[in-house]
């Protein structure tokens, strides 16, 4: 009898140490996969697509030009990949008679996003705080141009669109033109 109480003992304690053994931490746990800062927030231009409004301030009634079908293109930049460097699409109005264009040009103020809601609730957004910007274009005389203003933009990831407002002068232009967009995500 004491002799089998020991054999049940060590047959209990070799059980024991065999299914220790087989939940033994292992070295394939540790594949751990951390994005390197270049392959954050980096999938290159988004182009949103959508019906444009702009006009000279202070003469909308006279210069207000709606566009359909007007491209707008998003990259996030910087080292933090959460500016917007957002390219606005050529312009054309008519102003007392002169048909005036705006040239393409990208405007970046420097503000990072601030993201409110959630996926899983439906209203997660991205969102640029008004932010004065200044850069050069080449303008339809070959000429260039310089660009100042302000720009704020959203994009609601859920809905994939994209609102953005520029108001902006072009070259010797003594009035601001303002532009508005609201465009749906176009996969390239």
Same mark, same amino acid.
């Given at each position: 009898?004491?002799?089998?109480?020991?054999?049940?003992?060590?047959? +209990?304690?070799?059980?024991?140490?065999?299914?220790?053994?087989?939940?033994?931490?292992?070295?394939?746990?540790?594949?751990?996969?951390?994005?390197?800062?270049?392959?954050?927030?980096?999938?290159?231009?988004?182009?949103?697509?959508?019906?444009?409004?702009?006009?000279?301030?202070?003469?909308?009634?006279?210069?207000?030009?709606?566009?359909?079908?007007?491209?707008?293109?998003l990259t996030?930049?910087?080292?933090?990949?959460?500016?917007?460097? #957002?390219?606005?699409?050529?312009?054309?109005?008519?102003?007392?008679?002169?048909?005036? #264009?705006?040239?393409?040009?990208?405007?970046?103020?420097?503000?990072?996003y601030t993201?409110? +809601?959630?996926?899983?609730?439906?209203?997660?957004?991205?969102?640029?705080?008004?932010?004065?910007?200044?850069?050069?274009?080449?303008?339809?005389?070959?000429?260039?141009?310089?660009?100042?203003?302000? #720009?704020?933009?959203?994009?609601?990831?859920?809905?994939?669109?994209?609102?953005?407002?520029?108001?902006?002068?072009?070259?010797?232009?003594?009035?601001? #033109?303002?532009?508005?967009?609201?465009?749906?995500?176009?996969?390239?």
């Open positions: 009898m004491k002799m089998m109480k020991k054999n049940l003992f060590f047959m +209990g304690l070799m059980l024991l140490g065999m299914s220790l053994g087989v939940v033994s931490c292992g070295d394939d746990d540790d594949n751990v996969v951390t994005p390197t800062e270049d392959k954050k927030q980096n999938h290159g231009a988004m182009n949103f697509v959508g019906t444009s409004t702009f006009y000279v301030v202070g003469m909308q009634e006279s210069t207000t030009t709606s566009k359909g079908g007007d491209n707008v293109q996030l930049t910087g080292d933090s990949k959460k500016q917007a460097e #957002i390219v606005i699409p050529d312009m054309a109005y008519n102003m007392n008679g002169k048909d005036m #264009i705006v040239k393409s040009f990208t405007a970046n103020s420097g503000v990072e993201m409110t +809601g959630s996926y899983q609730t439906g209203d997660m957004a991205f969102e640029w705080a008004e932010g004065e910007f200044s850069t050069t274009t080449t303008g339809t005389d070959g000429n260039t141009k310089e660009v100042k203003g302000t #720009i704020s933009a959203k994009y609601s990831h859920t809905a994939k669109k994209l609102d953005v407002v520029v108001e902006f002068t072009y070259g010797a232009m003594p009035m601001a #033109i303002h532009y508005e967009l609201s465009g749906d995500y176009q996969k390239n």
